[in-house]
C-alpha cells in the first residue's frame, strides 16, 4: 500500500491499497463459505449421539468463532486502509492547492 519515491518520501498508491482490500474480500468470502460448511457439521453432530459428535459440534463451534473473528479482523482492516488512503488523498489535495497558491 505504501511505497518511497524518489526523494524518499512514503507514499500510498490507491491502486494497490484497493487490490488489498479486494483480496481481503475474497478472503471474507472464503471464510463465510467455511462458516456455512461449519454449520451444517454443528447440524449434523446434533442429530448424532455419543461423544465423537459431541467433540465434533464443541471443535465446529470453537472454529466458527475463530472465523468469525478473522472476518471481524479483515473488515476493519478494510475500513482502516480505505481511511488512510482517503486520508492521504485530503492532504495531497491540500497540499496542491497550498503549493498552486504560492505559484
Same mark, same amino acid.
Given at each position: 500500500m505504501a511505497f518511497h519515491d524518489m526523494n524518499g518520501a512514503i507514499t500510498i498508491d490507491e491502486g494497490a491499497a484497493n487490490a488489498d482490500i479486494a %483480496?481481503? @474480500?475474497? $478472503?471474507i468470502a472464503i471464510l463465510e463459505k467455511s462458516q456455512v460448511a461449519? %454449520?451444517?457439521?454443528? $447440524? &449434523?453432530s446434533e442429530t448424532m449421539k455419543g461423544q465423537t459428535p459431541t467433540a465434533t459440534y &464443541?471443535?465446529? $463451534?470453537e472454529m466458527l468463532q475463530n472465523? @468469525?473473528?478473522?472476518?471481524?479482523?479483515l473488515k476493519n482492516s478494510q475500513a482502516y486502509i480505505r481511511r488512510v488512503v482517503q486520508r492521504y488523498k485530503a492532504l495531497d489535495m491540500k497540499y496542491? $492547492?497550498?503549493?498552486a497558491s504560492k505559484a
Open positions: %483480496k481481503m @474480500q475474497q $478472503a461449519l %454449520k451444517q457439521v454443528m $447440524a &449434523e &464443541e471443535k465446529a $463451534a472465523t @468469525q473473528g478473522l472476518i471481524n479482523s496542491a $492547492a497550498m503549493m
